[in-house]
């Protein structure tokens, strides 16, 4: 699956960087989050509970972070596991720019999602996944004290 | 594989149940005719403590005509939708597209309010709420609110349903002579959920279709209406210019969503191709 996007957040460049390292803006932002923690400066690990239509799953993963350039762009690997809902793992790069208005951030996301959650949700895996990315930005630039303004996103099967 | 275990209980008035879901908080699951949450369960991607079972609130049943409207209770089936003479005559849309939901024996058990509250963006009774302009009759511990589906469905699963809210029914404005409709959905196998869906429909007076309807389904995340291709349509004689027209703004407008094996462009593709049969269709 591919899940590409972008969203405008009204806030400034750095503080749109910050919050997107700082962990307690992180916690307040992924939706379903209860636990995240910093285990170096490129690890992150955080348990999440999934929920989107049928499916209440708690997923455990970790995020590891690469080509970090401050204020700019860095690159995530990830990869979570749902117990017997199934896991999922991927690859993100996250762009930031100056843009009228605030901060332009742009994303792509390619992840592959196995198990039952794979076979079952695999109909609506795109959308759920375009549904979490929007709302994760929105209680993203709550939490900035801004807000988003949504351009577009397009979730591909894959 | 078996669900994880659960409590059930089986109240008999709806404010029993009401006050059950409102002390359960986000463990407690209603459960009606189970065909998507009792997979869901087994399959343990969910496992709610206390499971409140519906099935017994004589509020929640029956389909009638009061006033203007054919109310059509939480509880009514799929089938009986499909078999009864009310819904022949009052809302024949529904009776058109019952025989596209799965099969006869999940028809026999799955719901109607089930299904809307559920808001599965591929599911037949969303779409066909929205182009019916059904409103939408809520209890919750405040009392009753009625809601349009329009506003109804919100995004993907996602409704305007709050945790400790039950949808006790819906009610549709009757349908009057002039009312012509059209339901198809493109699929693979019978049963199978839609590639592309539409409910549609329209009053006629010779070639001209007005207060028009176009809902698709199985295209995004939530059933979607295309609202300018509708205006485009509503008063003017239908010509095969401006079926052109509207296919082409219907494929504009609607943004569609890839699914695992189809893409947005297919999507949006069947799009025209259905709004085009169903235009057609009803100027017939």
Redesign the interface.
């Given at each position: 699956m591919e899940l590409n996007g972008e969203q405008l957040i009204s806030a400034p460049i750095p503080d749109v960087w910050k919050g997107l390292n700082d962990i307690d803006v992180l916690a307040k932002s992924i939706p379903g989050c209860e636990e995240i923690n910093r285990i170096s400066p490129d690890e992150i690990h955080a348990k999440v509970m999934f929920k989107i239509g049928p499916v209440r799953a708690r997923f455990a993963g970790k995020l590891l972070l690469s080509d970090v350039v401050p204020d700019q762009s860095c690159s995530m690997a990830f990869e979570g596991s749902g117990g017997a809902a199934g896991f999922a793992k991927g690859k993100s790069r996250v762009e930031l720019k100056q843009a009228e208005g605030g901060t332009l951030v742009s994303y792509t996301t390619e992840a592959s999602i196995g198990g039952k959650l794979g076979q079952i949700g695999g109909r609506l895996i795109s959308a759920s996944a375009k549904k979490i990315a929007d709302d994760f930005f929105q209680r993203f630039a709550k939490e900035l004290g801004g807000e988003t303004v949504a351009l577009e996103s397009d979730a591909g099967g894959k | 594989?078996k669900s994880a275990a659960f409590d059930y209980v089986k109240p008999k008035a709806l404010q029993e149940a009401l006050s059950l879901l409102e002390q359960g908080g986000d463990d407690v699951q209603l459960i009606a005719g189970g065909q998507?949450?009792l997979?869901?369960l087994n399959?343990?991607?969910?496992?709610?403590t206390v499971l409140i079972d519906i099935t017994d609130i004589a509020e929640l049943k029956g389909i009638s005509v009061v006033g203007n409207s054919l109310r059509i209770g939480a509880l009514v089936t799929h089938t009986e939708i499909e078999d009864s003479e009310l819904v022949a005559k009052h809302a024949p849309l529904l009776k058109a597209a019952a025989p596209h939901i799965a099969h006869r024996a999940i028809r026999n058990l799955g719901t109607w309010g089930g299904s809307l509250a559920?808001?599965?963006?591929?599911a037949e009774w969303p779409a066909c709420s929205l182009t019916l302009r059904a409103t939408m009759i809520i209890h919750g511990p405040a009392g009753e609110r009625r809601i349009s589906a329009k506003d109804f469905f919100i995004?993907?699963?996602?409704t305007s349903l709050e945790p400790d809210e039950i949808l006790v029914a819906t009610e549709i404005p009757l349908a009057d002579k002039h009312e012509v409709f059209y339901f198809h959905e493109l699929a693979r196998r019978h049963g199978d959920?839609a590639v592309a869906g539409l409910a549609a429909l329209a009053q006629k007076q010779g070639d001209v279709l007005t207060n028009c309807a176009f809902t698709f389904f199985s295209v995004?995340?939530t059933p979607m209406m295309a609202t300018k291709a509708q205006d485009l349509v509503n008063g003017q004689t239908l010509s095969a210019e401006l079926i052109a027209k509207a296919v082409a703004e219907a494929r504009n407008e609607i943004d569609a969503?890839?699914?695992?094996?189809?893409?947005?462009e297919a999507k949006q593709h069947l799009i025209g191709v259905l709004l085009e049969r169903g235009l057609k269709h009803m100027v017939a």
């Open positions: - | 594989m998507t949450l997979a869901t399959m343990r991607l969910s496992e709610p559920y808001g599965d963006p591929a995004d993907l699963y996602t959920y995004g995340a969503i890839a699914d695992i094996t189809n893409s947005a």
